[in-house]
């Protein structure tokens, strides 16, 4: 448990995740990636006094690595609970990040979960385990930039209460930045207009744009002496796109930026030659 995960609200969602909790209602987290999804449940984790267990969902999960199987011990068959069984013996919250990346079929074993009967049911090992009063039930995922092929079946999604996250005003992301990396608040805020800068030229380049989480890392280089311009290329621009026209027009847009304070540590990009 992260009792001290550092995390600034957007909006309601403490409140409506507490009301959740206590009225033991599962919780849909949406919104795009790096804007705060699993730093939040860790922080209500820490708020709500419980452990949180965390599956990051992927194509090959199955819904016996969720709920556990039978294996051999010492020359005996035994039954190992899995992160799911552990997390509702425990009275813990249980996180699957990125959701939709998962099987719908390895999903089905939670539908008991997120209805009257709060219930888990192991067919294999015969046994039922409610689920305690402590016990929720979390799930993630970026609905803007997922694939068509992996859809969430509206049934599913109408099991959640969904609390939409979004990136912070600017002046709290750049508090974000400070607190995290003790960057100076004028780098904060130029490395956060780059990045909003970019979020808007989104609807032209189509691209999922730069996260709070690359603006840290972005952060942590120009403390660690690395200049704007090269933190900026290094750690939000080259993941974008590897599309030489679209990092090209998005260098530019970031330089316009960060080159306008005119700061000592900033040095121009070098211009191709051809």
Known sequence: MNDKALYYASGNEVELFEHSFRQRLPVMLTGPTGCGKTRFVEHMGGLLGRPVVTVGCHDDLTSSDLVGRFMVSGGDVVWLDGPLTKAVRDGAICYLDEVVEARHDSLAVLHSLTDHR?????????????????????????????????????????????????????????????????????????????????????????????????????????????????????????????????????????????????????????????
């Open 118 to 274: 709060r219930t888990l049911y192991l067919d294999r090992a015969g046994e039922v385990v409610p689920a305690p009063a402590s016990f929720m039930l979390v799930c993630s995922y970026n609905p803007a930039y997922r694939s068509s092929l992996k859809e969430l079946k509206p049934s599913f999604r109408q099991r959640f209460v969904t609390l939409p996250l979004g990136y912070l005003p600017p002046e709290r992301e750049a508090d974000v930045l400070v607190a995290e990396t003790g960057v100076d608040r004028a780098v904060a805020e130029r490395l956060v207009a780059c990045a909003v800068s970019i979020r808007t030229a989104d609807d032209v380049f189509h691209f999922e744009p730069p996260s709070t989480r690359v603006l840290v890392t972005a952060a942590l280089l120009v403390v660690a002496g690395s200049s704007e311009i090269d933190a900026a290329e290094a750690s939000i621009l080259a993941p974008l796109s590897t599309d030489g026209a679209i990092t090209g027009g998005l260098r530019e847009v970031a330089a316009a930026t960060l080159l306008a304070a005119d700061e000592p540590n900033i040095r121009p990009e070098p211009k191709e030659t051809r």
